[in-house]
């Protein structure tokens, strides 16, 4: 082979085996979380306020709960696999949808709807936005528990949070039922049902 016609080869064997080598090293860089400002940490710390506020009052019929989510946003009910995924099925699962808020009509002074208090939340930045988690708390309504799903400190919620053009939005929340720990479940579609009896909740029953 000519000398030219050598250097020529060795050239582009040296060209493809950096190209090669600097392939890897960007694979092999993790992506680094987002930088989170003030103001992401309390525009999220809002979003997870206004959860609780908009499943408890069923405002506009449950679409302002469903409007905290991304429009393919899914929330994980902890048991199995069930879940309410997109708009529709998420204002379902706040209790109200097309058909209205049923909820609202069916609590009386003995059986209160009870309010959800999620508190302690942990924000942590990811590449796509942010995860967080919280605990879930039902206190009771002048002094009346709810069923066990519904009474005192039942786990918490594991979220994932992405900035829209409409501001930060559940990607999806899941609630993690007791012995779980909220943080720390990677299966989402197999979970076992609530530790206490009675802990499953029925087929009709609206979002934790």
């Given at each position: 082979m000519?000398?030219?016609?050598r250097?020529?080869?060795?050239v582009?064997?040296?060209?493809?085996?950096?190209?090669?080598?600097?392939?890897?090293?960007?694979?092999g860089?993790a992506?680094?979380?987002?930088a989170?400002?003030?103001?992401?940490?309390?525009?999220?710390q809002?979003l997870?306020?206004?959860?609780?506020?908009?499943?408890?009052n069923?405002?506009n019929?449950?679409?302002?709960?469903?409007?905290?989510?991304?429009?393919?946003?899914?929330?994980?009910?902890?048991?199995g696999a069930?879940k309410s995924?997109g708009?529709?099925?998420l204002a379902?699962?706040?209790?109200?949808g097309?058909?209205?808020?049923?909820k609202?009509?069916?609590?009386t002074?003995?059986k209160?709807l009870?309010?959800?208090l999620?508190?302690?939340?942990?924000?942590?930045?990811?590449?796509?936005?942010?995860?967080?988690?919280?605990?879930l708390v039902?206190?009771?309504?002048?002094?009346?528990?709810?069923?066990?799903?519904?009474?005192?400190?039942?786990?918490?919620?594991?979220?994932?949070y992405?900035?829209?053009?409409?501001?930060?939005?559940?990607?999806?929340?899941l609630h993690v039922?007791?012995?779980?720990?909220?943080?720390?479940?990677?299966?989402f579609?197999?979970?076992p049902?609530?530790?206490?009896?009675?802990?499953?909740p029925?087929?009709?029953?609206g979002?934790r």
């Amino acid at each position: 082979m000519p000398s030219n016609n050598r250097r020529t080869v060795l050239v582009a064997a040296v060209i493809v085996g950096i190209g090669a080598i600097s392939l890897v090293v960007v694979r092999g860089q993790a992506k680094k979380p987002m930088a989170l400002t003030a103001l992401d940490y309390i525009e999220i710390q809002q979003l997870v306020n206004k959860y609780s506020w908009a499943i408890d009052n069923c405002t506009n019929n449950g679409y302002d709960y469903a409007d905290l989510f991304t429009p393919d946003g899914i929330f994980y009910w902890g048991v199995g696999a069930r879940k309410s995924v997109g708009r529709e099925q998420l204002a379902e699962a706040a209790g109200g949808g097309k058909t209205g808020c049923v909820k609202l009509t069916q609590a009386t002074p003995g059986k209160p709807l009870q309010t959800h208090l999620a508190l302690n939340l942990v924000i942590e930045p990811t590449p796509e936005g942010a995860i967080g988690k919280t605990y879930l708390v039902y206190p009771g309504v002048e002094g009346i528990a709810g069923d066990p799903t519904h009474a005192g400190h039942v786990g918490g919620y594991q979220d994932v949070y992405v900035k829209t053009a409409n501001g930060w939005r559940f990607k999806s929340r899941l609630h993690v039922f007791p012995p779980l720990v909220t943080g720390t479940v990677k299966d989402f579609e197999n979970l076992p049902a609530p530790a206490r009896p009675g802990g499953t909740p029925p087929a009709g029953a609206g979002a934790r």
